[in-house]
């Protein structure tokens, strides 16, 4: 049996993401983490209203990345003790989920960084390459094969980036580092990239299976409750009758406990398929990186980045080496000639003048004829 075939073989195991239900420590995490970002949204949703432009816009960012951070941290956790069943580890408890995700927080935003830069980087190249193409005469010609080559390194790339986003926190929750878990990352691409595909697509039908089961069941069971809350309570408690209720101001404590009764059963509805998605990316990242050696996938990493180091040093010695030889060859050069100056038309001889009174004399005189001085 090919490796790929008994890689696909071991899909089967995504089954087991379902046990992810009945962890309670996972599922009480991220019910609570769901529960205090949802009070954080809408405190900041409250703090918007007596603001207006740049203020407003600054808060809800900031009441953004804080939601985002918190979620993150508690998403981590669940999936830590999710994890560590998957590998038949003993189970952390809640507190120590939570230590761990705040302490490897940095790790996540690390990797998203390093990912949103070689997106960035990628999209410059391309860029480049479109430019190249302007070029007339030999532009069309070059496009002939800058086009399809962009097309599937920019497929590729969009697919192995959805696909390997769900693989960063199981990497992490192993312990690796950043830049190990980049280089587990793109080990994962290079060689069992349709394993992954394969088995990615597999839990998303799974999760969307899950999820339509799950949200089917409180739908029916809502409205059944709904409609026959209405002649035994009122008719404000009918299909959406609470919510209706409490839009229009009213404080009835029917339709307060039915709003609040209806956000838990649906919080806790979410936390279901969730939980199935996090087991099934943990069984995912198992599978893949069977028989594949982080240390070695790490130096080949490593490896690659010093070698471009290497080639930018290079290239970095030869412009300056090219720089010093041309101020070389501009010092040794001689110095042009200079201009030939014009020849200075020669001065008329100046004629005796008295010391006394500065009048003019004879050269020959023996006194000034102005103020008789003596001139010998």
Same mark, same amino acid.
């Given at each position: 049996m090919s490796q790929l075939a008994e890689q696909i073989k071991k899909s089967a195991g995504l089954l087991d993401a379902?046990?992810?239900?009945?962890?309670?420590?996972?599922?009480?995490?991220?019910?609570?983490?769901?529960?205090?970002?949802?009070?954080?949204?809408?405190?900041?949703?409250?703090?918007?209203?007596?603001?207006?432009?740049?203020?407003?816009?600054?808060?809800?960012?900031?009441?953004?990345?804080?939601?985002?951070?918190?979620?993150?941290?508690?998403?981590?956790?669940?999936?830590?003790?999710?994890?560590?069943?998957?590998?038949?580890?003993?189970?952390?408890?809640?507190?120590?989920?939570?230590?761990?995700?705040?302490?490897?927080?940095?790790?996540?935003?690390?990797?998203?960084?390093?990912?949103?830069?070689?997106?960035?980087? &990628?999209?410059? /190249? =391309?860029?480049?390459?479109? @430019? *190249?193409?302007? %070029?007339?005469?030999?532009?069309?010609? !070059?496009?002939? +094969?800058?086009?399809?080559?962009?097309?599937?390194?920019?497929?590729?790339?969009?697919y192995a980036a959805m696909f390997v986003l769900?693989?960063?926190?199981?990497?992490?929750?192993?312990?690796?580092?950043?830049?190990?878990?980049?280089? &587990?990352?793109? /080990? =994962?691409?290079?060689?069992? @990239? *349709?394993?992954? %595909?394969?088995?990615?697509?597999?839990? !998303?039908?799974? +999760?969307?299976?899950?999820?339509?089961?799950?949200?089917?069941?409180?739908?029916?069971?809502?409205?059944?409750?709904?409609?026959?809350?209405?002649p035994i309570l009122g008719q404000g408690m009918g299909m959406g009758g609470g919510f209706n209720h409490l839009a229009m101001g009213g404080l009835d404590g029917h339709a307060i406990a039915a709003g609040i009764g209806m956000s838990v059963l649906f919080g806790c509805a979410f936390v279901i398929p969730v939980l199935v998605a996090l087991a099934g990316n943990c069984i995912i990242f198992a599978n893949v990186t069977e028989n594949l050696s982080a240390e070695d996938a790490e130096r080949s990493i490593k490896g690659a980045i010093d070698a471009a180091r290497e080639k930018a040093d290079q290239v970095k010695r030869q412009l300056e080496e090219s720089r010093q030889q041309k101020q070389q060859q501009a010092a040794e050069e001689p110095a042009p000639p200079a201009a030939p100056t014009a020849p200075t038309a020669p001065t008329a001889p100046t004629a005796p003048a008295c010391p006394q009174c500065q009048s003019t004399v004879a050269p020959d005189d023996a006194f000034c004829g102005n103020c008789g001085h003596s001139l010998k």
């Amino acid at each position: 049996m090919s490796q790929l075939a008994e890689q696909i073989k071991k899909s089967a195991g995504l089954l087991d993401a379902l046990q992810a239900v009945t962890n309670r420590q996972a599922f009480l995490t991220l019910l609570v983490t769901f529960v205090i970002c949802g009070l954080l949204f809408a405190g900041v949703g409250s703090l918007v209203n007596p603001f207006g432009g740049f203020m407003a816009g600054l808060t809800l960012f900031i009441g953004f990345l804080m939601t985002a951070a918190v979620g993150l941290i508690g998403v981590s956790a669940a999936g830590f003790i999710l994890n560590a069943g998957i590998r038949n580890r003993e189970q952390p408890g809640i507190n120590t989920a939570l230590s761990f995700a705040v302490a490897t927080f940095h790790r996540q935003l690390g990797v998203l960084l390093l990912l949103a830069v070689f997106a960035v980087v &990628l999209f410059i /190249a =391309i860029a480049i390459l479109l @430019f *190249i193409c302007k %070029i007339p005469a030999i532009g069309p010609v !070059l496009y002939t +094969v800058v086009f399809p080559l962009a097309a599937l390194v920019t497929g590729i790339a969009c697919y192995a980036a959805m696909f390997v986003l769900g693989l960063i926190g199981p990497a992490i929750w192993e312990g690796n580092t950043i830049m190990r878990t980049i280089a &587990l990352l793109w /080990a =994962i691409v290079r060689s069992r @990239f *349709i394993s992954l %595909i394969v088995q990615a697509i597999l839990l !998303l039908l799974l +999760v969307w299976l899950v999820s339509g089961i799950v949200f089917g069941v409180i739908g029916v069971g809502m409205g059944f409750t709904a409609l026959l809350s209405a002649p035994i309570l009122g008719q404000g408690m009918g299909m959406g009758g609470g919510f209706n209720h409490l839009a229009m101001g009213g404080l009835d404590g029917h339709a307060i406990a039915a709003g609040i009764g209806m956000s838990v059963l649906f919080g806790c509805a979410f936390v279901i398929p969730v939980l199935v998605a996090l087991a099934g990316n943990c069984i995912i990242f198992a599978n893949v990186t069977e028989n594949l050696s982080a240390e070695d996938a790490e130096r080949s990493i490593k490896g690659a980045i010093d070698a471009a180091r290497e080639k930018a040093d290079q290239v970095k010695r030869q412009l300056e080496e090219s720089r010093q030889q041309k101020q070389q060859q501009a010092a040794e050069e001689p110095a042009p000639p200079a201009a030939p100056t014009a020849p200075t038309a020669p001065t008329a001889p100046t004629a005796p003048a008295c010391p006394q009174c500065q009048s003019t004399v004879a050269p020959d005189d023996a006194f000034c004829g102005n103020c008789g001085h003596s001139l010998k």
